[in-house]
């Protein structure tokens, strides 16, 4: 038994001392961003809104401008990064404020679409929205600035943050455009396209570079020509895990993965709503419709993971 103790601990001891020194190699991993006491009020009226049955349109525009209120205290000085309080993840600073800037901008572009270029907060600050967007874009795309968010490479985190950087820019056309230099348009084609010409890990992956190659088809970067063999190749992916009926395999050997329930019909929808120039297959158009399969992936005490049930209740 003391034997038995003595081996678990030192395995325990040379796992931490692993974890820790690779996780020492990454970007701002000991950075801690402290939280804004503007949340503490803000947090109690969210759950007091939707702790109730059926909450209001009043109630989900009032959620939209919790999210967009961190734009006043988690954006860096520059307007490329986003990062918020917590305990860091694996892929260091620069990427996960690029994760933070790319997916809130998505809610962003969506309030200038439907609402305004502006923003009143809860906090009684006004936000830019329009500005904000334009300003972190061109300096995050700009290898010459030193907010760049670096190289997208095989494999990369940045490929699916480039996801949302181009529906943030098929949402807002000339909105943004006019707000950009020829030498940031420049800037911002020349990163997406790297996103495009990446290996990705496949699957649902094969998304984002469909999505940074419909924007790029559409701006005039690609030609129908040039985007065929990348379309074609992403699509190929897509199609060897998809099992029927608007299902995804995720090569979890047949059961189908979580980003079912919202990924694979978001960016679907996205792709033949906001691009001219992208014509998906019938297997693939179709999916969006059966979005309402997703119910199934809830119940008042149970929580789809992954092809599996965590019970929460």
Same mark, same amino acid.
């Given at each position: 038994m003391y034997v038995a103790l003595v081996a678990i601990s030192a395995i325990a001891t040379v796992a931490? !001392?692993? !974890?820790?020194? $690779? $996780? #020492? %190699? &990454?970007e701002g991993w000991s950075v801690r961003f402290t939280p804004s006491k503007v949340y503490e009020d803000l947090d109690a009226e969210l759950k007091k809104r939707f702790a109730q049955q059926n909450p209001s349109r009043d109630d989900y525009l009032f959620a939209a401008k919790y999210f967009l209120q961190a734009y006043t205290k988690y954006l860096s000085d520059d307007g490329a990064y986003l990062n918020y309080p917590g305990e860091p993840g694996v892929h260091g600073l620069r990427v996960e404020g690029l994760e933070g800037f790319a997916r809130l901008g998505v809610l962003a572009a969506s309030w200038i679409v439907t609402q305004s270029e502006n923003v009143s907060l809860p906090s009684g600050e006004t936000v830019d929205l329009l500005g904000v967007l334009s300003k972190g874009i061109q300096n995050g795309t700009d290898p010459s600035h030193s907010s760049f968010w670096g190289d997208i490479g095989d494999r990369d985190q940045r490929i699916v943050e480039a996801g949302d950087i181009a529906v943030i820019v098929a949402m807002l056309g000339s909105r943004l455009d006019e707000r950009f230099s020829v030498e940031g348009r420049k800037n911002l084609w020349a990163w997406l396209e790297t996103a &495009?010409?990446?290996? %990705?890990? #496949? #699957? %649902?992956?094969? !998304?984002?570079n469909l999505m940074c190659t419909a924007v790029l088809t559409d701006a005039g970067h690609f030609t129908q020509q040039s985007a065929k063999p990348f379309i074609e190749q992403h699509l190929d992916s897509l199609r060897s895990i998809y099992i029927g009926n608007g299902w995804f395999d995720e090569s979890l050997g047949g059961r189908p993965d979580l980003y079912n329930a919202w990924q694979f019909p978001y960016y679907i929808y996205m792709l033949q709503t906001l691009s001219r120039s992208f014509s998906p297959p019938d297997w693939l158009a179709k999916t969006p419709e059966k979005i309402s399969r997703t119910l199934v992936f809830f119940h008042p005490l149970d929580f789809h993971f992954m092809g599996g049930v965590l019970h929460i209740g």
């Open positions: 931490f !001392l692993y !974890l820790f020194f $690779r $996780r #020492g %190699n &990454v &495009v010409t990446a290996e %990705n890990w #496949g #699957g %649902n992956w094969s !998304l984002f």
